[in-house]
């Protein structure tokens, strides 16, 4: 009989000696935030690691073109360079002023500390780029500047300047005479603006013999713009030249030159350089298009952030540089650099 109570003490002692030496690693487990009240582990030292990067928010003014994919290329090989964590995120299209602001909101709730910004609309956001400055938060700009004297910089094409070669490469193109119409993107952006007056400027100084019959504005929709072109050569049968501000604006002109049979008697000038718009100038449906360094603006605009952040000056603009590119000379290699089907 003793011999059996002290083979059971003996065994009691172990459980809770077992049990004593479970509570304790479960304990400082728990203390070094290595296990969850389920007792499921966690990451918790990767993910402190991870919040003492700055965190950078980026939010664009669209997603669904190649463009907008560049720029997020170029933002993430910035974001690697320089150890910061980034965010990126558009709307489904570029009119959706309205769900951008949305974003723009959402981007600020997670007090990031420092915003890149393209604005679709460059006054709707202004009293959420005030909420930024009173957070101390600094807003780069970039691709389309915003009403406003917050952002630090921004990091973006020269649109005008660009615009007014495509209107000289369209003048070129079509003896200097003629009529011409532009699907433009918008006309509340930057961007829409000075695509669109960079071009009608040029043409109204330099080419008195072109006369420019129709502008209409296609929110950067393809199918829209399609339409918008259709109608406009439908309504002027001679019309020599068509210019589209954006890679959908040139993409559904193209689309309607094609659905009326106009190829070569309609010279189409474009703007960016998506796939899409590369092959239309191998076929020979687009004369040529200017195409912006995208993988630059990105690049450049966490850059900015990371400068800003370190207490370093930043130019007030950063010009990203753009180039005509056509049929001849997409190969060469700094259109390849910057072309991004």
């Not at 930024?132 to 004297?149: L, T, Y």
């Not at 950067?220 to 713009?225: A, I």
């Not at 350089?273 to 630059?296: F, H, R, V, W, Y």
Request: hydrophobic residues 40%.
């Amino acid at each position: 009989m003793k011999k059996k109570l002290l083979a059971l003490l003996v065994v009691l002692v172990s459980i809770l000696f077992v049990l004593s030496a479970c509570g304790s690693e479960s304990e400082e487990a728990a203390e070094d935030g290595d296990v969850d009240e389920s007792g499921n582990e966690e990451t918790g030292a990767s993910d402190e690691e991870s919040s003492d990067k700055p965190y950078v928010a980026i939010v664009s003014k669209g997603f669904q073109h190649q463009f907008w994919q560049a720029v997020q290329r170029g933002a993430e090989e910035a974001a690697e360079e320089f150890d910061v964590e980034i965010t990126f995120e558009g709307p489904e299209n570029e009119s959706q002023v309205d769900k951008q602001i949305e974003m723009l909101q959402a981007a600020l709730d997670k007090s990031p500390d420092a915003l890149g910004f393209a604005a679709l609309d460059s006054q709707a956001a202004s009293p959420l780029l005030e909420k930024a400055n009173e957070s101390d938060i600094p807003v780069i700009a970039f691709d389309s500047g915003v009403d406003s004297e917050i952002p630090l910089t921004t990091a973006s094409t020269n649109n005008y300047e660009a615009a007014a070669l495509a209107a000289d490469k369209m003048a070129e193109l079509i003896g200097e005479q003629g009529k011409v119409a532009l699907v433009v993107h918008d006309q509340v952006s930057v961007t829409g603006v000075e695509r669109r007056d960079g071009f009608v400027e040029t043409i109204e100084e330099n080419y008195p013999d072109i006369e420019i019959v129709d502008t209409q504005y296609g929110g950067g929709d393809h199918l829209e713009s399609t339409n918008l072109a259709k109608t406009m050569m439908q309504a002027h049968p001679d019309i020599a030249g068509i210019y589209g501000t954006n890679e959908g604006s040139a993409i559904g002109v193209v689309n309607a030159v094609r659905e009326l049979s106009k190829e070569g008697e309609v010279t189409v000038v474009g703007f960016d350089s998506g796939k899409q718009q590369i092959d239309a100038i191998n076929e020979g449906l687009m004369a040529g298009a200017i195409t912006q360094n995208p993988e630059g603006i990105g690049y450049e605009t966490v850059k900015a952030a990371v400068d800003a952040l370190n207490g370093e000056e930043v130019p007030e603009n950063i010009d990203t540089g753009f180039y005509w590119y056509d049929a001849d000379i997409i190969e060469d290699e700094e259109i390849q650099a910057a072309i991004y089907e």
